[in-house]
């Protein structure tokens, strides 16, 4: 097997229940032949073949469950530039120079996304984000991460007890507030995305076809599916989520596990401007609302994946996300409507790993990692493209594999 299937989910993600654009796809009867091969039809592999597609070039997505069936749909969906590791914890792993311009890089990116989205008509709802002090970053570590923001040139607005009050009703020491980031329905946007490829630009979909095997060369690549049938492409772009190739050095990743619950409706508790919240902590607890009013409030992570440890915690983890819930903002009702959880890759640096893969020509990774899977899929889209139609990306190397030195 190419990549080794996983539990990705359980329980009911909030975005199953509401409606979606259809995406026609049909499992893979014959061998075929096409410029790219996309394994993976998830936000990442939708945004690639969106990509793609509108270069011209002629593309295949290929998918062991269907689109938008894997990862994505449990996302919470809080699409940010503010990246999981702090500018100032990521400067003393990388250096000051390469954090500042990963930083740089994904508030470009959520810029990038927000015009996508409008284009595409699927509703984006625009939001700041509010990031408390904790156990990781009290007041004075969040006051050097807002003078590091600022000096990078990315908004920051320091909040102390007082003003964090009166904003949003929190009682802790201090905040950073920024903006302009976004939540989405991750499930719908991804097959709006899909569902414009395959009826405008050609996108051919493959579900369920697993890749069980991959023969690459530099002639070209060629992957073979469970079928039997094969698929002969000039590349191939592993955007398989959590589920990594086997062919993929895997230093520095880990899968751990997640919990998330979405609240009865309630509009009217909900905090002024509802902007995104997190907090500087470990474990740490984040929240968003929906459209309907609801608040989705997802963390509590554990440094393992087994999917049966992961489900049979299900319940402790729901009352301990309501009581943090109840603590940071006593008005809400903290009544669950939904409760799932998931896998969750994370990375020692928070940064995710894109690039052609050691060993393998004209093979590709965008793999989506941690708590802002998203905007690296938009990262990842703009590399891995500018890389085959020979546009070199000038952030490239701060995502790449580790290669050998010249
Ligand atoms: C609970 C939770 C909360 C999250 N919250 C956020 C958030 O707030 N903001 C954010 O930016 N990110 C968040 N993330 C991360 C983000 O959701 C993911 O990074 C993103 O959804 C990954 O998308 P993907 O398309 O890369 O992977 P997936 O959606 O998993 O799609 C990959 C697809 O590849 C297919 N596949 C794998 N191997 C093969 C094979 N060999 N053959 C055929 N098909 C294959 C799978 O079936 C799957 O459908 C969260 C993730 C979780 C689980």
Known sequence: METKSKDLRTGRSIWEDRQAPSVAHAPLTRDIKTDVLVIGAGITGAMIADALTAEGLKVVIADRRGPAKGSTTASTALVQYEIDTPLTKLAR???ARNATRAWRRSALAVNALAARFEDLKAAAEHRRSLFLAGNELGRAGLLSEHDARRAAGLTSQFLDRKQLRDYAGIDR????????????????????????????????I???AD???????????????????????????FASGYEFPKSVPQRGHSITSTWVIATVPQRKNLWPSECTIWEASDPYLYLRTTPEGRVICGGEDEEFSDAEKRDALMDRKIRTLRRKLHKLLPKLDTRVDYAWAGAFGQTSTGLPTIGQIPGMPNCYAALGYGGNGITYARIATEVICGALTGRADIDADLYDFPRPKA
């Open 206 to 208: 493959f579900a369920p």
């Open 211 to 237: 890749i069980v095997d991959v023969r690459a060369s530099r002639a070209g690549v060629t992957a073979i599916a469970d079928s039997g049938h094969h698929i002969a492409c000039r590349h191939l772009i």
């Open 173 to 204: 020491p201090a905040a950073l507030l920024g903006s302009p980031n976004m939540t989405i329905d991750p499930r719908k946007i991804t097959r709006a995305l899909l569902r414009e490829c395959t009826v405008e630009r050609g996108l051919k």
């Open 93 to 95: 792993k990388i250096g």
